[in-house]
Structure formats: structure tokens, C-alpha cells
């Protein structure tokens, strides 16, 4: 995966973007360095397709090590697919990050949310500079 | 990290027992108001009746494999991690701000608060008390083989006492605070005679209302906050007290969030 065709929310989820009959389809995960973090993780779950999601708004959790933490979502849009493969093969996480750990596709209905993704040289200073939200 | 070891002005709150479902809905309404205002609250209580507390990620059907416990009242927590019966038990909850919700530094609170938790019990009892080290079974998720309750399972960072856990905490991280609850099993129940307490293990006789005491001033001290002591009550009937009521409704109150899983 070339890391510059990704964009990436302050929360530490990265999006790709692919047009599909005029509408853009958001494929969403969590970054590397949100998973490196994390450590050990025991459960995941989203939301399911049909769920309308705004940005920023929490789309599905997580929990590692007893702690349990939302997930945001980067656009606004509705849920389309759910990795549900995921689940019950969290390895996939630290394995693939950026592909075969992919946790949902959104279908964007506002692409201003779009606009306020960070580049991935952006989102490495944020990283870097501030260790994220 | 910024606010773990900066000190700082916090609430302490000492509240007297309540129910599963209110003592659940209070500490949301404390880490959402953590997450507008910054401030920090520790916060104690015990649970009456006598209430089961599932794990946020437990599924609701695990009761029934419990027996003991199947007939007292039930509450999914917002927190990870197993199943825990609240009876003869002091459970506190801390909100602090959160800058950084993946970080693993957060396990350093559990590590503060246990910390002061170890101190209290051997110089209040002189039973041998420690951390727990590392898990006996695998992290890859929950399983048949998953001990369905908390006490019964093993985290680092968990007091134990030789083969018996007396400590337990987990978190509940947003974007700007997290909820930290913990429960110190003080007596074995017959809700879960399983699990022997601190008291059924001391060799000596102890106070309870003094080491209740004791560990409460201990914890307050070593967060590395300046606690002021406040009401709870006075709280609860300000807005707040609204938003508990709010949420006691369409959460912890509900059996569509009880039985989610």
C-alpha cells in the first residue's frame, strides 16, 4: 500500500478513497501506529451496513489489555460492508494494517467531511509532535 | 505524559451504596463531564443489593454459567474485562483527562492505584500482596476457556495475594477521558463463594471500616492530584443529576444494553 494514496483522522484511522459510479466508497482502518499501541487486543466490533455515521462519531469499539476505546469514523456516509473476517482474526491488525485488516467501507454522503483528512506526511508530524487523540 | 505526574486540582467523592444501574450511570456522567471540563474525580462506593456486573464485551447468555450469582441484579459495564460480583467489595472509579486514547501509558494509573492498594494491605495486614505479572491463558480474544468472571481471570497489573485475586481494574478511553473502574473484593459472597476476599485471607482480624478507609486515603494520595473532598449528593442534583438520569434511561437501565451481546 503506497501510504500517500491514504488519508488519515487526528483519532487514528486511515481512509481509502475509491469513486464507484460517481459516488466515493471510503475503505477504513485503524493506523499501524494505533494498533502498536494498543498491545493486546481481545475484541472488535462495528457498526453494522445500513448504519449512517458521522465524522468524528464513534462507528464501532475496540478493547485491549481491559480497556475498551471507541472508534470514529473519518467521513460521513453509511455503512456499506463490514469485515467480518476481522473479528475473529484480530492478528490481521498488527499483519496488514492497510489491507486485509480493513474494518468497514463507508459510501461518503458529505465530502466536505473528506477535506478535513490529513495527509500522511501530516498525520506522521502529528504522531510525531503529539502522539494523537 | 502530560497529567499523569503534573499535580493538580481533582474531586473526591464518597458516596454512599446504590444500585448497579445508578452507580454505573454516575461514573458515565463523571467521564463525560471529565471529557468537557478536564477535571479529574476519584470516586468510592459499594453496590446495594448485591449486583452482578458483566464486562462491556461479555455476552449477557455467560451468566447462566454462573449459578451463585444468576438471581441478583445485572448491569453491563462500560469497561472491559469480566464479570464481577459487587458485594462484599469497595469499588472506586477515576475520570481523568485522556490525550492520548491508544496509549499504553494508561495502564499507569492502574499501576498508581494498585500500587497504593499493595502499600495498604501490608501495612494494614501483613498479607503478602502483588502484582500479577502475566496472563495464564491466550489474549486473543474471549473463549470457552475464558473464565467468566474477573476474579477468576489474570491481567497484569492485578493484586493478587499467592493463587487468589483481590484487585481488578479496566478502562473506558474516549477522545478526551478515560474511566478507570476498579473493585477490591474485601469478603468472600455467596454470590460467588469461589472467591475468597482480603478479610477471609488475613490470618489476623482486621477493622474493615478502617482498611476501607485506608486504602481510600491511600489512592486519593498517590494519583499525584490535590483531591478536594466534595458531595456527591450536592452533584447529582445539579445538571448532572439530569444527565444521570438520562443515561440510567437509555443505557445502563435498559435491557437492550444489558442483554446487547
Redesign the interface.
Known amino acids: 500500500m503506497d501510504m500517500n494514496q491514504l488519508l488519515f483522522a487526528e483519532t487514528h484511522e486511515w481512509v481509502h478513497l475509491k469513486d464507484d459510479n460517481g459516488e466515493k466508497i471510503a475503505t477504513v482502518g485503524l493506523t499501524a501506529h494505533a494498533i502498536d499501541q494498543l498491545g493486546d487486543l481481545t475484541f472488535l466490533e462495528s457498526a453494522t451496513e445500513g448504519t449512517e455515521v458521522s465524522a468524528g462519531e464513534p462507528f464501532g469499539e475496540i478493547e485491549s489489555v481491559k480497556a475498551a476505546s471507541d472508534m470514529y469514523s473519518p467521513v460521513d456516509g453509511v455503512i456499506v460492508e463490514v469485515n467480518r473476517d476481522l473479528t475473529n482474526k484480530l492478528e490481521l491488525l498488527n499483519a496488514d494494517p492497510y489491507g486485509d485488516a480493513w474494518i468497514v467501507k463507508i459510501r461518503v454522503t458529505d465530502e466536505t467531511s473528506i477535506g478535513k483528512l490529513l495527509s500522511y506526511d501530516a498525520y506522521q508530524k502529528q504522531v510525531v509532535e503529539h502522539g494523537g487523540h | 505524559m502530560a497529567g499523569i505526574d503534573s499535580a493538580r486540582r481533582g474531586y473526591l467523592i464518597d458516596d454512599p451504596p446504590g444500585s448497579g444501574v445508578w452507580n454505573m450511570a454516575v461514573d458515565q456522567a463523571l467521564l463525560e463531564r471529565c471529557e468537557q471540563t478536564g477535571d479529574p474525580v476519584l470516586r468510592f462506593y459499594q453496590w446495594s443489593p448485591a449486583t452482578l456486573s458483566l464486562?462491556?464485551?461479555q455476552p449477557y447468555a455467560d451468566r447462566k454459567s454462573h449459578p451463585p450469582s444468576y438471581h441478583v441484579p445485572v448491569v453491563r459495564r462500560?469497561?472491559?474485562?469480566g464479570a464481577i460480583l459487587h458485594d462484599l467489595e469497595l469499588t472506586y472509579s477515576l475520570v481523568v483527562p485522556n490525550?492520548?486514547?491508544?496509549?499504553?501509558v494508561?495502564?499507569q494509573w492502574v499501576k498508581r492505584v494498585h500500587g497504593a492498594i499493595i502499600d495498604v494491605i501490608q501495612t494494614e495486614t501483613g498479607l503478602p500482596v502483588t502484582l500479577a505479572e502475566a496472563s495464564p491463558w491466550s489474549?486473543?480474544?474471549?473463549d470457552a476457556t475464558t473464565p467468566f468472571l474477573c476474579f477468576e481471570r489474570r491481567?497484569?497489573l492485578d493484586v493478587i495475594s499467592g493463587r487468589h485475586k483481590l484487585v481488578?481494574?479496566?478502562?473506558?478511553?474516549?477522545?478526551?477521558a478515560?474511566l478507570q473502574h476498579g473493585s477490591i473484593l474485601l469478603a468472600q459472597s455467596t454470590f460467588a463463594p469461589e472467591l475468597p476476599g482480603l478479610l477471609d485471607l488475613c490470618s489476623s482480624t482486621v477493622d474493615p471500616s478502617r482498611l476501607a478507609g485506608q486504602l481510600k486515603c491511600q489512592i486519593a494520595a498517590d494519583l499525584g492530584f490535590e483531591f478536594e473532598p466534595t458531595s456527591g449528593e450536592r452533584w447529582y442534583s445539579s445538571e448532572l443529576g439530569d444527565r444521570i438520569k438520562m443515561i440510567t434511561v437509555e443505557r445502563f437501565g435498559s435491557d437492550s444494553w444489558t442483554e446487547r451481546r
Open positions: 464486562g462491556y464485551f462500560s469497561t472491559g474485562g490525550q492520548s486514547r491508544w496509549s499504553p494508561h495502564q489474549s486473543d480474544g474471549e491481567s497484569p481488578g481494574s479496566a478502562q473506558r478511553r474516549l477522545r478526551g478515560l
